[in-house]
């Protein structure tokens, strides 16, 4: 019996056991497998780490699009970097956006996830709205930045890890061009792991994204296979008002919308912003 | 009058032996010459005993002794591990989708990117030994578990145990204190005795300091150490005179048996397990005789195969199948230096160009260290499965 041991920390590890294995390539950029596994479905790992699995895939991908977007109002214009399993082009566009840029690095993660993991899709990738960019993310929003073409107003960063491809999306330059590819009252979010195990990826964040927004906080889900309690996702904006949406107005949005959701809910919306003692101190030690 | 050819007194091996010649002389049929001819039924023996001798120990294979991916497969198969150095190590073992999780990178001394090409692949032990790598891996902390290379110098013996790397058994102490306030864990010691050894004493001497060193800093450490990594120096039998990994092993696993149950314990296996494993077959391709000596040219020399007698410091046992007169020989490899010479003033019968000369217990450091000098095309390496015991001298 074959099982996978993620890589991710030396002291502990989780491990699944393959029960058929889909895909496995090393790809120009990284390590890919698509594997089934009885309890969680399909599972896709890049360079030995998690990536996604069909059994829990749902909380991560509503909480980093419908929470920007929910908080926004009024997104026409959405990016999102990475993200080529397709799940988050898929919430993306269940709002009446006008048009989604996806910018994803590895054409394979896209081709083997419509293939293996279609469920995460679910058709999204023929939606007229999206234009799919293979590129790497970061030259991608330093040439968006510094061309004349239309800003977005919510921008998605579901990146893998930041070591590896992912690397550059954590750095000062990446935010600072993104910045500068948003909307005056644009929202950017991102991809920002497991804080009980990786204090020191909330603190960078806040200290480099931080230098961009007048509002720099973050928000958390758990999701069970990035395991150690909850992951956190930072979240920076200048628009002062997007963090405290009423109750009410965000009841409204999402009922117009009629959305079926399996962890997001206006309450959901308002209580994730909310940090536990231990993630707060790590980006705010007076905290 | 100095005598520019000092004699090469070697083991060689000459006479009929008609099995293993047609044994070889298929092979060059099949697959041309030079080659290495990998036995794998050797290596799995070998990898068996050493783990028949150090039960408590977990083996991690020293890719860098014979980076060769067959050699890979066997040791995958068999479940050892895999001690890397480099992230060309890493992305060898990657396209054998051995995960990260069995190798342990064991150079302490790394670039940021090395570093993080080892997290990506999966390596998440790391070896260290100065304040200046610590600190290299503060912004990783949360992900790795290290070890602390440790060398000793023996007041007994007089002789440096590691020269090149290793800290000073003094220097621990502060070395887990400054990793702690780092917040980075510092999982257990290391050590290398030196390759080679010819009896296990240094393993002995090393393991017990190493103990004593580990006790007392887990009698105040928060973190305790409990990885103990004795490295390699598990030696080739080049002597061809018969080797006993179970005498050998006998001080260590008695050193090791009062070790705490708890520790875990690994070993970095190279030289032992493939140097027998691989033998070298070569075709005289030319000859003649200059100032008395029978020169022979051999298609592989000092700058393929053979680099271990330059790199390190090895001496192949021989064989050919002839017998006769024993002539005052030269045996060279095909670039056109004159450095690269196999063996230099050897006494042997009369060689005929076509004939096959083996090169044994060429497993270890040989191709490793191979050049691209002369743009000469590296041995073919060859796997067999091979009964065969290897010849062992007797006298």
Known sequence: MKHFKETLYDAVCQEFRIDKMYFESKTAHQHLMIFHNAQLGRVMTLDGVVQTTEADEFIYHEMLAHVPIFAHGNAKRVLIVGGGDGGMIREVLKHPVEHVTQVEIDQAVVDMAIEYLPNHSNGAYQDPRLNLVIADGFDFVKQYADSNQPSFDVIISDSTDPIGPGEVLFTDNFYAYAKRCLTPNGIMVTQNGVPFFQQDEIQTTYERMGQ???????YCAPIPTYYGGFMTFAWGTDDLTARTRSADDLQEQFDALNLDTRYYNPEIHQAAFALPQYVKRSFKPES | MNNPHPIDARPLITGDDPAAQAHYQKLVAEYGSPLLVLNRRVLQARFKALQAALPEVDLYYAVKAH?????????????????????????????????????????????????????????????????????????????????????????????????????????????????????????????????????ASKHVEAITRCHALMQEINTTANKPLSVLDIGGGFPADYALQGLDIDAFCAPIRTALAELPKDWHLIAEPGRYLVAPSVTSVTTVAGKSVRNGFRWYY??????????????????????????????????????????????????????????????????????????????????????????????????
């Open chain 2, 298 to 395: 051999l298609d592989d020399g000092i700058y393929g195969s053979y680099s271990g007698q330059l790199f390190d410091h090895a001496t192949y046992p021989l064989q050919v199948f002839r017998d006769g007169e024993r002539l005052p020989s030269i045996i060279a490899g095909p670039t056109c230096d004159s450095i690269d010479v196999v063996a230099e003033n050897i006494a042997m019968p009369e060689l005929e160009i076509g004939d096959l000369l083996i090169g044994h217990q060429m497993g270890a450091y040989t191709a490793a260290t191979k050049t691209r000098f002369n743009s000469i095309p590296d041995a073919r390496l060859v796997v067999v499965d091979h009964p065969q015991e290897r010849p062992v001298l007797s006298d």
């Open chain 2, 67 to 199: 980076p060769d991916p067959e050699i890979i497969k066997i040791i995958d198969q068999l479940g050892g591990g895999f001690d890397i150095a480099s992230a060309g190590e890493m992305s060898l073992l990657l396209d054998h989708k051995v995960s990260g999780r069995r190798t342990i990178h064991t150079h302490p001394i790394k670039k940021d990117q090395e570093i993080r090409d080892g997290l990506r692949f999966g390596a998440t032990t790391f070896v260290i030994d100065n304040a200046h790598e610590l600190k290299k891996l503060v912004p990783y902390r949360s992900r790795v578990g290290v070890l602390l290379r440790v060398s000793f110098r023996s007041a007994s013996a007089i002789v440096d145990l590691s020269k090149k790397f290793g800290c000073a058994p003094d220097e621990v102490a502060d070395l887990v204190q400054q990793a702690n306030a780092l917040g980075i864990h510092v999982k257990g010691l290391s050590f290398h005795v030196g390759s080679q050894c010819n009896d």
């Open chain 1, 212 to 218: 961009q927004f007048a509002d720099m906080h973050f």
